[in-house]
């Protein structure tokens, strides 16, 4: 996910970029202003100039342009993160042709939202298909596989409902496979990931 913070200063005398959020300075000085005003809609290539200026801002815009705004995620969450994003390498390593992404990826999806699982895989040829500035931007395309970690209220971009809305935007635009990761203890991912099973018995248990 990405991540607010305000620059003031202009980065670099840069040409304007009207429709932004302060239309009248420059591109580097774009600031993010909280609250976010509902209306306010962007374009990817203007998401994009709006994290380049804030690269501390953590959102991710929708299909209709809106910003979504995600906390961080507190320290045993992020432990779980880690625990998901090693046992899913493992497997990738032995299984080859795959590329795996962790939570600070943002993906363009066919929708135009630009979302950020908490863990993703991509084929590998997918991946390969891509030119270099698609890879260094936001690459547009869905993962294959996407994993997003719940939370244990309904509260925020983490609850149950935010969360049951983003997996059927993964769904509707190609992904493969999506495990919302709650309290289950083990995950297969047969038959479209052979052999990829996550353990989470011990993960829970801290």
């Known amino acids: 996910m990405l991540s607010p913070a305000s620059t003031e200063a202009p980065l670099s005398p840069r040409p304007p970029c009207p429709g932004l959020l302060i239309p009248e300075q420059p591109c580097g000085s774009l600031t993010l202003s909280v609250p976010l005003s509902g209306s306010l809609r962007l374009t990817p290539e203007q998401f994009a100039e709006l994290c380049q200026a804030n690269p501390e801002a953590v959102l991710e815009p929708a299909a ?5 705004p995600m906390t961080p995620t507190g320290s045993e969450t992020g432990a779980l993160n880690a625990n998901l994003l090693f046992q899913i390498q493992a497997w990738m390593r032995a299984a080859g042709g795959w590329k795996v992404f962790d939570s600070s990826t943002g993906f363009r999806l066919p929708d135009n939202s630009v979302l950020s699982p908490d863990v993703s895989l991509v084929a590998l040829d997918r991946w390969q298909a891509l030119s270099g500035a698609e890879r260094r931007g936001f690459a547009p395309l869905c993962p294959d596989l996407v994993v997003e970690l719940a939370s244990s209220s309904d509260d925020g971009p983490r609850g149950i409902t935010a969360l049951r809305q983003k997996m059927a935007a993964y769904q509707c635009n190609g992904a493969r496979l999506g495990w ?27």
Do not use: K, M, Q
């Open 180 to 206: 919302w990761v709650g309290a289950a203890t083990r995950l297969d991912g047969a038959p479209h990931f052979p052999a990829l099973v996550l353990e989470l018995e011990e993960i829970w248990a801290g």
């Open 64 to 68: 209709d342009g809106s910003l979504i």
